[in-house]
């Protein structure tokens, strides 16, 4: 089956640092990644769809500033939490889609998680 | 909108008990219905799908049938097992969408 991969799967930082986590599809090409952020005890947030060599699209209420997502390639994107503050302490989840962009496959496969904690 | 309501949690039963978490969703047209579980610390897995009316997804003993005329893909398990304690999520994506909506999630704690 498909292999979504995150890196790191756990960081503790300290306030005010940027963390950059890494999203990689292993054995096929992800033209859509999908980052979400799940609170203790809670369902998973969307956050943001990155496409392949575009913009990211966010979410209403997420700051695109704070959360930057780079999709510089089919198997990699990655999300940076720039000058993270303790409430951004989360569980951060990514997701590949495969299949042709504007085509609606079912194929979406979930990383294993990256557990962020601010200090 | 699209929606998904799931029962609420936690859920706790004795191994080998029957195992029933009710799912009911709000969408237009024949979206696709999804159990996810997530097992602590860990990412989400795909369990089962269905992507019609009518069909039945099921996995490792689980099952789920698409019900358009209740709106509802219920999870069943006809026999529990502790290694089942899990966080289940039910979720849609929407007919010809591709971002997938996921219910609250519901615990389920299975006592030995």
């Known amino acids: 089956g498909a292999v979504v991969s995150q890196h790191p799967s756990r960081v503790i930082c300290k306030s005010g640092t940027s963390v950059k986590i890494e999203c990689r599809s292993l054995?096929?090409?992800?033209?859509?990644m999908f980052w979400y952020r799940q609170f203790p005890k809670q369902s998973l947030m969307l956050m943001a769809t990155?496409?392949?060599?575009?913009?990211?699209?966010?979410e209403q209420g997420v700051e695109k500033d704070k959360f930057l997502i780079n999709h510089a390639s089919l198997t990699l994107s990655t999300l940076t939490v720039t000058s993270a503050h303790p409430e951004d302490s989360s569980f951060y989840i990514c997701?590949?889609?495969?299949?042709?962009?504007?085509?609606?496959?079912?194929?979406?496969?979930f990383g294993p998680g990256t557990r962020l904690t601010v200090l | 909108g699209n929606s998904v309501t799931q029962m609420e949690g936690p859920v706790t039963l004795s191994e080998e008990a029957f195992l029933t978490i009710n799912c009911t969703y709000t969408a237009t047209g024949y979206p696709s219905l999804f159990w996810y579980v997530q097992y602590p610390g860990e990412g989400l897995q795909l369990l089962l799908k269905a992507t019609k009316a009518d069909d039945k997804g099921s996995n490792k003993g689980f099952e789920a049938t698409y019900r358009k005329e209740t709106t509802s893909f219920h999870l069943e398990k006809g026999s529990v097992q502790v290694s089942d304690s899990a966080v289940y999520f039910c979720?849609?994506?929407?007919?010809?969408?591709?971002?997938?909506?996921f219910g609250a999630g519901t615990r389920l704690f299975v006592k030995a």
């Open positions: 997701s590949a889609r495969r299949g042709q962009q504007g085509v609606s496959y079912n194929e979406q496969f």
């Open positions: 979720a849609l994506k929407p007919e010809g969408g591709f971002k997938t909506i």
């Open positions: 990155s496409n392949e060599g575009s913009k990211a699209t966010y």
């Open positions: 054995d096929f090409q992800a033209t859509t």
